[in-house]
């Protein structure tokens, strides 16, 4: 494993259809970076959430750089989230500008936390993401009080995904707990969806998968 050492690069501001977005990009120090990681966040929360802090360190101790990218509606200062498609529309356009200006010739591992690995796992092709990591992935939606049938679940977003896929999950998330699928690794850590009670574990299983991911020992 190399240092955990970082040069801190930039914050790029990026002009998307559906509003400005951000990106904070790192780069681990020494030799250059070998993959890419884009990572966005959850719908209430930023892309300070201890897990994705904790994934960002991994990943530039391999050697991997990361960009943790804020939607345009956390941008604009809203809360509340924007639709799905549009969502989508701005994190895919996000993506292929880094491709082709910061991180241009390196393969992308695309992901996030909750709504941010939704986002990544419906847009695997638009982002040609060679592998996705989901950190808490809400496998089902909070059922109101008075809802006359289950919820819908998720996992299809999930089996839709054809490259590696790694899965985090919190024993306790209230959102539940997705199965292992064919390429699909499911690893289970103390606690619930926020993911901060064991970080170690977290980073753990980021780094195993990761290193597989870059075919290193």
């Not at 345009?72 to 994190?91: I, K, N, S």
């Not at 241009?104 to 992901?111: D, E, F, R, V």
């Not at 977003?157 to 896929?165: H, K, N, S």
């Amino acid at each position: 494993m190399r240092g955990a050492t970082i040069r801190w690069v930039t914050e790029i501001a990026i002009d998307t259809p559906r509003g400005r977005a951000r990106a904070h990009l790192s780069r681990p120090t020494g030799e250059p970076a070998s993959m890419a990681m884009v990572l966005g966040h959850g719908a209430g929360g930023g892309v300070g959430a201890p897990d994705l802090q904790r994934a960002r360190e991994v990943a530039l101790s391999l050697g991997v750089a990361v960009a943790l990218v804020e939607q345009p509606y956390r941008v604009a200062g809203r809360r509340a989230p924007a639709p799905a498609a549009h969502l989508d529309e701005a994190w895919s356009a996000v993506v292929n500008h880094l491709a082709g200006d910061r991180l241009q010739g390196l393969a992308l591992i695309c992901g996030g936390r909750s709504m941010g690995a939704r986002v990544a796992c419906r847009t695997v092709s638009p982002t040609h993401a060679v592998a996705v990591l989901c950190l808490a992935f809400p496998l089902l939606p909070v059922t109101r009080a008075r809802a006359t049938r289950p919820a819908s679940s998720r996992l299809p977003e999930l089996d839709a995904v054809r490259v590696p896929t790694l899965v985090v999950q919190g024993e306790r998330d209230r959102f539940g707990i997705p199965p292992p699928g064919p390429g699909r690794t499911v690893v289970r850590v103390a606690g619930d969806h926020a993911l901060k009670s064991d970080l170690g574990a977290v980073g753990e299983a980021v780094g195993v998968w990761l290193r597989r991911i870059l075919g290193a020992p």
